[in-house]
């Protein structure tokens, strides 16, 4: 079955670095476009990047362009999201997803950005 | 970008009684291939979404057929014929139809009155 699992979240100080990744499972992983999206805590859902199959082209939200940058690799069924120049507003649990469809979601992993 | 406006954003339903969410977009939501990209989610609480409805009324595998989505153009609803005490959580709208980004409605929590 389809299986999305994040890692890499954790509490990092404002302007600090952090690495998520999404190991998939289930599924030809070169073959969809993979999202982000999160979670403010008790808000509602924002997405965050797309990335194509081969990774030729990628889109940002405007609040994390220029910050975040999201990456593949197919070798490795594994989603990343690179993000610098962390800020308090990007505490929320992060959840990548499977196709324009948005049919499966990991579990989620969650960043905290405080000093 | 689009924005997706779902009302009302709290429901209390007794059980076994019908609940009715609406989600209205800024723009039709009717993609050039004729499809229409609106998919519902619903998040329990401590889980993460979990997609019920996708293409305005397709239910997803091993989605109860107590929940049915319909609407066209810009007014969608989804429905829930008898309110069961798992059905509680927060329920989400989002199109695809006009990305990147993904728009998502603020989210309508179903709660058991």
């Known amino acids: 079955q389809v299986q999305l699992v994040e890692s890499g979240g954790g509490v990092v100080q404002p302007g600090r670095s952090l690495r998520l990744s999404c190991a998939a499972s289930?599924?030809?992983?070169?073959?969809?476009?993979m999202h982000w999206v999160r979670q403010a805590p008790v808000k509602g859902l924002e997405w965050v990047a797309v990335?194509?199959?081969?990774?030729?082209?990628?889109f940002y939200a405007d609040s994390v362009k220029g910050r975040f940058t999201i990456s593949r690799d197919n070798s490795k069924n594994t989603l990343y999201l690179q993000m610098n120049s962390l800020r308090g507003e990007d505490t929320a649990v992060y959840y990548c997803?499977?196709?324009?469809?948005?049919?499966?979601w990991g579990q989620g992993t969650l960043v905290t950005v405080s000093s | 970008d689009v924005v997706m406006t779902q009302s009302p954003l709290s429901l209390p339903v007794t059980l076994g009684q019908p609940a009715s969410i609406s989600c209205r977009s800024s723009?039709?939501?009717?993609?050039?291939?004729?499809?229409?990209?609106l998919n519902w989610f619903q998040q329990r609480p401590g889980q993460s979404p979990r997609r019920l409805i996708y293409?305005?009324?397709n239910r997803d595998s091993g989605v109860p057929d107590r929940f049915s989505g319909s609407g066209s153009g810009t007014d969608f609803t989804l429905k829930i014929s008898r309110v069961e005490a798992e059905d509680v959580g927060v329920y989400y709208c989002?199109?695809?139809?006009?990305?990147?980004?993904?728009?998502f409605g603020q989210g309508t929590k179903v709660e058991i009155k």
């Open positions: 997803a499977k196709d324009s469809s948005a049919d499966y």
């Open positions: 289930g599924f030809t992983f070169s073959s969809y476009a």
């Open positions: 990335i194509s199959t081969d990774g030729s082209y990628k």
């Open positions: 723009q039709s939501l009717v993609h050039s291939d004729g499809s229409t990209y």
């Open positions: 293409n305005v009324s």
């Open positions: 989002m199109q695809g139809t006009h990305w990147p980004p993904w728009t």
